[in-house]
Each structure stands twice: as structure tokens, then as C-alpha cells.
């Protein structure tokens, strides 16, 4: 019987860049737009606040771009500081690489095994899926929803006992099953 995990986020997690105006390197966002019309043209960013000192910087989502070539709703949802909106813009590759930033989703999100009744089987097959592109170490998953150590899931996988066609070091943001014999 295949049972499904789902990792979920529970707010937007932190934005890595460096404060101009103190050490710190967090920035908090909570999902506040700014819209700027010159003429035909519009600018759009996204809003954070330095997590230390609370300066505020803008992370650019739309630059000089003409007003008719955006859908009109992106427009309302930028302009109703739609926080879906800002999830969406901070997991987008190329919002990222354009403002240099990176994201640290340390207590961001949660794992949803649907219950402990999978706990007492011999053989569980686990499918894993993301709600969001989050960067998770598969071992931390799979010691989190049975209840195990990390080093007991890394004897569990040394031993043939946990099995995936994925490779279960190192970290992951998609789709995953995997199989554990007891």
C-alpha cells in the first residue's frame, strides 16, 4: 500500500542578500508589492525587510516593461499584494537570478505524513511529493515521518533496508518514493 507524504510550506521563507546598512544577510518579506507607472512603462518589486535592523529593499519583479505587454492579472495581483503571488515570484529561477538572492527555508515548512498508522507495518512504501520547491535532505524527511535517528535511516540505506531510485543523500525539491523494509 502506498502511503503519501506531502512537504508543505508554512509562510515564505527568508531572503539570503546582504543589508546595506547592517551585517545581517536575512531579509523577511510578507508579501508586499510596490508599482511604479512612468507613462507606458511599469516597474513592479517585491518588498523585504532586513530581519536585524528593518531596512527595506526591493527585489524586482517587472523593469521598465510596457503596461500593455503585462496580463492584466498579474497587474491586479501585484496591486492586491497577493501573497500566493509572492511565493510564486520568490521560487521563480529567474526573479532569483536576476536580484542575486537565494532562499533559506529553515522552519518554512512541514511534512505531512497523514498519520502514524504507517508506523507499525514491516514494508512501507512512502511517495513524497512537494507542495513548493523546497531544498529538503531526504534522509531528514524519511527520519522525521518514521519516527527514526538520521543515523538510524543512514544504517537503514548503508544495509539495503531503504531503498529509492533516487539518491537519498544530498538535498531535494521534487517528487520522490522510496521503500522501507523493517
Known sequence: MLTTWVVMPT??????????????ERFRTSGRFRVNAHHKLIDAWL?????????????TVLERMHVRSV?????DRLHDNDPGLAAE???????????????????A????????????????DVSVRFAARIPVRPVRLISEGCALS?????????AGRLVSAVRLSGKLSGDFTFTLKR
Open 11 to 24: 509562510c515564505l521563507p527568508l531572503v539570503l542578500r546582504r543589508c546595506h546598512a547592517c551585517p545581517s
Open 47 to 59: 518588498l523585504a525587510l532586513c530581519t536585524a535592523c528593518g531596512e527595506t529593499t526591493k527585489l
Open 71 to 75: 496580463r492584466p492579472e498579474l497587474l
Open 89 to 107: 515570484l520568490l521560487q521563480d529561477p529567474v526573479v532569483r537570478r536576476r536580484n542575486r538572492i537565494a532562499l533559506d527555508w529553515d522552519d
Open 109 to 124: 515548512w512541514r511534512l505531512d505524513t497523514g498519520g502514524p498508522d504507517h508506523l507499525d507495518r514491516e514494508v512501507i
Open 150 to 158: 538520521r543515523a538510524e535511516v543512514e544504517r537503514l540505506i548503508a
